[in-house]
C-alpha cells in the first residue's frame, strides 16, 4: 500500500495572520468545523443576510460585538452540534471558533459571545425579525441556484428528538409516547438538499 502524506490545508488570513491546517501541532480543539463554515458563509452570505433582517435593539454604548458576528457565531455552534446557547461558555475561547470569527486566538480580550448574549438575543428578536430572517434563507437558497429556479417544491419531514428532564420546549407526544422536542426539516423537494431546520 503506497504511503500517503496528509497535505497542508491553507485558509484565508485572519487579522493579519496566515491560517493553515497541517495536523501536526498541539490539540487546539475538537472542532474544524467553524473554519469550513467560515469559508462557505463567506461564499453565500448567510450570516450577513440574517444579521440585516434583525433590527439591533441594543443601545450602541454597550455594544461590543456586532449583530452578524453574534449570529455567525450562533449559526456555527449549531452547525457543529452545540445547540444550546449555554454550549458558548466553553467555546468563547475556543481557536478554531475564535478564526471562524476572525479573531486572533490567543489574546483573552478577543473572547466570544457568552450564552446569556444568546440568551437575549434570541430573547429580543420578535416576529418581523424572525419573518424578515426567514426570508433572507429563501434569498440565500435562490441565490445559490445560477438561475432563478422556475418552481421550488417544499418537502417537510419533522424528527422524534427525546428530551430529559425540564427542557423547554419539550412536550409529551402520544404518537411517539415521550417528552421530546419535535423540529421540523424543510428539504427542497426536487433535488433534496436540506435547508432549514
Not at 433572507?136 to 430529559?164: G, N, R, Y
Amino acid at each position: 500500500m503506497p504511503e500517503s502524506t496528509p497535505k497542508q490545508l491553507r485558509f484565508p488570513p485572519v487579522a493579519g495572520f496566515s491560517v493553515r491546517g497541517d495536523f501536526d501541532g498541539v490539540a487546539m480543539s475538537s472542532d474544524f468545523g467553524p473554519m469550513i463554515l467560515r469559508g462557505v458563509d463567506r461564499r453565500i452570505g448567510l450570516t450577513e443576510r440574517l444579521s440585516a433582517a434583525i433590527d439591533d435593539w441594543r443601545h450602541p454604548s454597550y455594544i461590543t460585538r456586532p449583530m452578524r458576528e453574534l449570529i455567525a457565531q450562533r449559526v456555527f455552534q449549531i452547525a457543529c452540534a452545540y445547540e444550546d446557547g449555554n454550549d458558548a461558555k466553553a467555546l468563547r475561547r475556543d481557536a478554531l471558533f475564535k478564526l471562524g470569527l476572525e479573531r486572533k486566538t490567543l489574546d483573552a480580550t478577543t473572547d466570544l459571545a457568552s450564552g446569556p448574549t444568546f440568551s437575549r438575543l434570541e430573547n429580543g428578536v420578535g416576529a418581523r425579525g424572525l419573518y424578515r430572517m426567514a426570508q433572507a434563507f429563501v434569498d440565500t437558497f435562490i441565490a445559490s441556484d445560477p438561475k432563478t429556479p422556475q418552481v421550488i417544491v417544499l418537502d417537510m419531514d419533522h424528527s422524534e428528538d427525546a428530551t430529559h428532564g425540564q427542557q423547554e420546549f419539550a412536550f409529551y407526544n402520544h404518537h411517539y409516547g415521550n417528552h421530546c422536542d419535535l423540529p421540523l426539516f424543510l428539504f427542497e423537494g426536487l433535488s433534496g438538499s436540506r435547508q432549514d431546520r
